[in-house]
């Protein structure tokens, strides 16, 4: 029988969480959900503007919130913050009618590309130990996630397979 849960990709800012998304939501047609586009449109504002404007506490809330919401659906993608999945009601919420996906990559690969990104709030001001200790913290929580895709030595096509393939024959 065909499943109706959710596919949530979680995993470090950098992971390629959203263009991973949108491809896979193309070829199996499903619907596509970026939670941190979500958040911009219910506040009007860019990430970077929450965070400058009102703090990270608040837009944890808001992240949560609209998480919340979004986990609800059913037969979609839906690509979380890399914070997301540190709350544990946002976790247990994906345990309701989602497999979660954590695009695993070395430190090295992730600190490359979000070293010093203006868009990226969090780490913004951050030195590479600091992001290193970031992605360690952050793992511990990642991999409560369904299945881990270990995608250094993988192209974008062969991530997508792996996933559609644990996804179609669970
Ligand atoms: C965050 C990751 C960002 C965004 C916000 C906070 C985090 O999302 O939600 O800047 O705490 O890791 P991406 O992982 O999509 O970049």
């Known amino acids: 029988m065909k499943s109706n849960k959710n596919i949530v990709l979680i995993g470090m800012m ?11 939501s193309k070829k199996i047609n499903l619907t596509f959900v970026d939670i941190d586009r979500e958040i911009e449109e219910f506040e009007d504002l860019k990430i970077s503007e929450i965070f400058k404007k009102y703090g990270e506490n608040y837009f944890r809330k808001i ?6 919401k979004f986990l609800r659906l059913e037969n979609s993608i839906i690509s979380l913050g890399g914070g ?5 009601s946002i976790r247990k919420m994906c345990e309701r009618n989602s497999l979660s996906f954590w695009l695993n990559w070395k430190n ?6 979000i070293y010093k990104s203006k868009k990226r709030p969090l780490v913004m001001k951050l030195t590479k130990i600091q992001i290193n200790c970031l992605i360690k913290e952050r793992s511990k929580f990642y991999s409560l996630s369904n299945h881990r895709i270990d995608c250094d ?6 991530i997508i397979n792996k996933i559609l393939d644990i996804y179609e024959n669970k």
């Open 153 to 158: 030595k993988l192209d974008k096509v062969e």
């Open 14 to 24: 950098g992971s390629g969480k959203s263009s991973i998304g949108k491809i896979l």
């Open 84 to 88: 997301s999945f540190i709350n544990a």
């Open 63 to 68: 992240e949560e919130k609209i998480c919340l």
């Open 108 to 113: 090295e690969t992730i600190i490359k590309r």
